[in-house]
């Protein structure tokens, strides 16, 4: 829906609140008395073969390293069952799985055998393999990797781009790490621009939803401690929690798993078996949609609306997985019955909207997107490349670089942003960031830390920038307009 206007507030109780005047025209709706003469029970035919028709798509991207044979062992364990118990209904047509390793820089340490592996993809086994034979190839490292890092952003791109997402209704993609990633700037990284803000607009692009289960074993603290220096733990759980911003961005998807790690692993891909088989189960009886009310209830809800990490700490735990998971499910059942019921919008339609659930203030109510063409998103990418570029290699310093940019342009601003030297349709938007408001004096505030920190973030959505411009997934073509005039819905989030 177009934004027509917005208003910013700031409330003592919500925050910042912005307001915004949303519309919609309805080009072919048709007359009220026609809809309203059409067989009801043609609609619900046609809904409940839709219905039927619904595939749950799952893939599993999995840290094959030493310390993760656990694991593996009982995510294999999760695909049987979920197989089996969905093949003695009938339903095993409406479950599909994938299954992506990741290891490391092979340069660094060559026994460690391959950086990333697809071992199943959707669409079934490969030619000759059986479920079983392709489950059973993934097997843990024999080698170690050269220290506690692992690339798991390049395993994770990998289920993105590589994987036949076609052939699945639901994406839900399921990492499974006990160590932190290789991130942007890391010389190991097999794309040292790739950071959590740059996977996070990649699955966007295709509608992934992106979980991430974290396994902070005491072996991860002692090693990590021993071999770098500091907890690897801590850092995991920064970049990973940034990876939150897939699906439903209100409800956390970072889970920390501790305590009894494997047990509460374990106990909550239990869970997630009964609830898709259920699901699938009450799917393909009814022929409609159904809310999963039994898990979906408002206390798991609200430890999944609080922010930050959500802590699996033993089985009575495992809940808030199913629940999260639970969520996603309904969602993508509603935009596949939306698409091919034949629902119509109004004729008309225009009224005012939070950007925040008012009844629970951290959660987002709306995602609001820019259209940008392959031409503006181009601009924009290079510009922020120019500026990263020169803070970087530190020729200049902030008042320097601020002038040189000045003297550029003819202008003349006394204490200009970074918002300047960027496109102006972006001051016309109800955005604002750190990074675009940034001046000389709040540059310098924020210490050496703090600003490489920025900049790992920015380069990380420059990243994205460049692979959303190279492929076509994700661009429209507006009516009568050249096929060069397409358009991206660019998340606002996404802006630098």
Same mark, same amino acid.
């Given at each position: ?19 915004? &005047? ?5 080009? @072919? ?20 073969? =839709?219905? +039927? ?35 003695? +209904? ?16 092979? @340069?660094?340490?060559?026994? /460690? ?16 393999? $059986? ?13 170690? $990797? ?26 839900? /993609?399921?990492?499974? $790490? ?51 220096? *500091? ?8 970049? *990973?929690? +940034?990876?939150?911003?897939?699906? @439903? ?99 008309? *339609? ?23 063409? +392959? ?6 990418? &290079?510009r922020l490349s120019d500026i990263v570029d020169r803070l970087r290699q530190k020729e200049l310093g902030m008042g ?47 210490? &050496?830390?703090?600003?490489? &920190? ?16 190279? $492929?076509? =997934? ?12 397409? /358009? ?9």
């Amino acid at each position: 829906m177009p934004v027509l206007d917005f208003v910013r507030t700031d409330t003592d109780t919500h925050g910042d609140v912005t307001i915004l &005047q949303l519309a919609a025209l309805n080009r @072919d709706s048709t007359d009220s008395a026609t809809a309203g003469s059409q067989p009801v029970g043609q609609d619900r035919v046609s809904v409940e073969a =839709d219905a +039927r028709d619904f595939k749950v798509g799952v893939a599993f991207v999995i840290d094959t390293t030493r310390s993760m044979g656990p694991y593996i062992d009982r995510a294999k364990r999760f695909v049987r069952d979920i197989s089996d118990g969905l093949a003695s +209904r009938g339903l095993q047509d409406q479950f599909d799985f994938a299954l992506v390793g990741y290891r490391d820089n092979t @340069d660094a340490a060559k026994d /460690v055998g391959y950086l990333r592996q697809v071992f199943r993809d959707f669409g079934g086994p490969t030619e000759g393999m $059986t479920l079983s034979s392709s489950i059973e190839r993934m097997q843990p490292a024999s080698a170690p $990797t050269l220290n506690w890092r692992e690339d798991a952003f390049a395993g994770i791109d990998m289920a993105i781009g590589g994987l036949n997402w076609g052939a699945v209704d639901t994406r839900l /993609v399921f990492l499974i $790490t006990d160590a932190s990633p290789r991130s942007v700037g890391d010389d190991l990284a097999s794309d040292r621009r790739m950071g959590p803000e740059t996977i996070n607009a990649l699955a966007a692009q295709r509608n992934i939803s992106l979980f991430v289960l974290h396994m902070q074993t005491e072996e991860t603290a002692t090693v990590s401690l021993s071999s770098e220096g *500091y907890d690897d733990t801590e850092r995991g759980k920064q970049l *990973y929690g +940034r990876m939150s911003q897939t699906g @439903d961005a209100a409800i956390s998807k970072y889970f920390s798993v501790q305590g009894q790690t494997e047990q509460a692993f374990a106990d909550s891909l239990h869970l997630v078996a009964g609830l898709v088989i259920d699901q699938l189960s009450k799917l393909s009886q009814a022929g409609s949609l159904s809310r999963p009310e039994t898990i979906m209830d408002d206390p798991l809800i609200a430890a999944l609306s609080a922010g930050g990490p959500v802590v699996i700490d033993d089985s009575k735990d495992a809940p808030l997985v199913a629940a999260a998971v639970a969520g996603e499910i309904f969602r993508y059942q509603t935009e596949y019955l939306g698409a091919r019921s034949g629902v119509e919008a109004p004729d008309f *339609y225009r009224a005012w909207a939070a950007d925040k659930d008012i009844s629970h203030p951290d959660r987002r109510a709306l995602s609001v997107s820019v259209f940008v063409t +392959r031409e503006q998103l181009g601009d924009l990418a &290079q510009r922020l490349s120019d500026i990263v570029d020169r803070l970087r290699q530190k020729e200049l310093g902030m008042g320097d670089f601020f002038s040189s940019v000045q003297a550029e342009a003819g202008s003349a601003a006394v204490d200009p942003t970074f918002g300047s030297f960027l496109p102006s349709y972006l001051e016309d938007l109800p955005y604002g960031s750190k990074f675009i408001n940034m001046t000389a004096g709040t540059w310098d505030d924020l210490g &050496q830390i703090g600003r490489d &920190q920025l900049l790992d973030e920015v380069e990380a959505k420059l990243a994205s920038y460049n692979r959303i411009y190279a $492929t076509q =997934d994700g661009w429209i073509t507006l009516d009568e307009r050249a096929l060069e005039d397409q /358009v991206y819905p660019l998340p606002l989030r996404d802006l630098p």
